[in-house]
C-alpha cells in the first residue's frame, strides 16, 4: 500500500505542468513550492520538465500560412477536422466536359479539325509534287502546257465551304463551351488557307511566259 508521501509526491508531480503553464491558484502554487522544496524526486521531475519547456520555447518558430494552422487549432480545441474537396485539375475537368458530350458530337468534332486540316495540306503538297519532276521525264515544257490554276469562282467557293465548316464546329463546340476557334486553331488555318488562295490567285493573273527553249 503507498504511504501518503508516496501518494504526495504523485499529486505534484502530475501538477508540474499546470504550474509550469500558470494554471494553479495561488493556494495551489504555495503547496506545490513547499513540497518541491522539500522532496529531492519531484524537485528533479520538476527541473527536468522546467528544461524541456525552455528547450522547446527555444526553438525556431515556423511562419505558416493561416489554412495551415487552422486545422491545427481546431483539433487542440476538440472539435473535428472537416475537410475541404481538393480542386480539380484541369485535365479532370477536360475529362467530364468530353464524357458529357454525346459520342456523335465526339467523334464528329476530331473528324472535322481533320477534315479542315487536310484542306489545308492537300493543295501545299499537290504543288510540292508538281514541282518535281520524275528523273524519267525530265523534259523541256512547251508553250502549249500550262499550269492548272485556281478560278476566281473555285477561290470563293472554298471558302464559302470552309466558313460552313467551322460555322459548324462552332455550333458543335457550344455544346461543350469550348470554342474552336480559339481551342484547335481555326482561325490560323483559316488565314493559311486564305493566304494559299491568295497566291494562287495571284499567280492565275500573272502572265505566262514561255520556258527555256
Sequence with gaps: MPSNSDSQCYFVQLQIDS???GDLSTPQQEEFNSHVHQCDACAREFHYAQA???????????????????PIYRL???HPITEQPARPSFWSQLSDVITATPVFFRY???VAAVAIIAIV?????TNQQQ????????????NSEQTEEYS???ISQALQDLNLAI????????RTEVMIGDRFLVTPLQDSLNASFERASNRSQEPLQNGPI
Excluded at 524541456?52 to 487552422?70: G, K, N, R, S
Excluded at 495540306?121 to 503538297?125: E, F, N, R, V
Excluded at 460555322?167 to 457550344?174: A, G, H, I, P, T
Design 167 to 174: 460555322d459548324y464546329l462552332n455550333q458543335v463546340s457550344q
Design 131 to 142: 514541282g518535281m519532276p520524275m528523273v524519267a521525264e525530265q523534259t523541256t515544257p512547251t
Design 121 to 125: 495540306i492537300m493543295p501545299t503538297l
Design 52 to 70: 524541456v519547456q525552455d528547450t522547446i520555447l527555444d526553438l525556431p518558430q515556423i511562419d505558416c500560412d493561416d489554412h495551415v494552422l487552422e
Design 19 to 21: 504550474y509550469l503553464d
Design 76 to 78: 487542440a480545441d476538440g
Design 108 to 110: 464528329a468534332m476530331p
Design 152 to 154: 476566281p469562282q473555285d
